[in-house]
């Protein structure tokens, strides 16, 4: 199995900038991409970003592109989140997910692994 476990999250103000880590234990070598999701009071969970393992590919929803970043750490096994020009839209408990594939597609269905979240918190 992996475990992944984020941490990062936050109260910050509108304009202000975050980073997420997600940190990967166990069975790492099954990881062939990770991504970053969200979900929102009342809503559904979205995708946010999603980066490939070896080749560092990456891919971003709409909503987040140009102000959002997605890296990692081999060496580390570790995935970020670089957040910045926050929004009080981008308020949700954010997830990283591990899938056994290539995609970088945004289904949550092909992630097998995910954390437990991390509270993002942008205060307008």
């Known amino acids: 199995q992996v475990q992944l476990v984020e941490s990062g999250g936050g109260l910050v103000q509108a304009g202000g900038s975050l980073r997420l880590s997600c940190a990967a234990s166990g069975r790492t070598l099954r990881i062939y991409g990770m991504g970053w999701f969200r979900q929102a009071p009342g809503k559904e969970r979205e995708f946010v970003a999603a980066?490939?393992?070896?080749?560092?590919?990456?891919y971003y929803a709409d909503s987040v592109k140009g102000r959002f970043t997605i890296s990692r750490d081999n060496a580390k096994n570790t995935v970020y989140l670089q957040m910045n020009s926050l929004e009080p839209e981008d308020t949700a408990v954010y997830y990283c997910?591990?899938?056994?594939?290539?995609?970088?597609?945004?289904?949550?269905?092909?992630?097998?692994?995910w954390g437990q979240g991390t509270q993002v918190t942008v205060s307008s």
């Open positions: 997910a591990a899938r056994r594939d290539y995609g970088l597609g945004p289904s949550q269905t092909n992630y097998a692994y």
């Open positions: 980066i490939r393992w070896d080749i560092g590919n990456t």
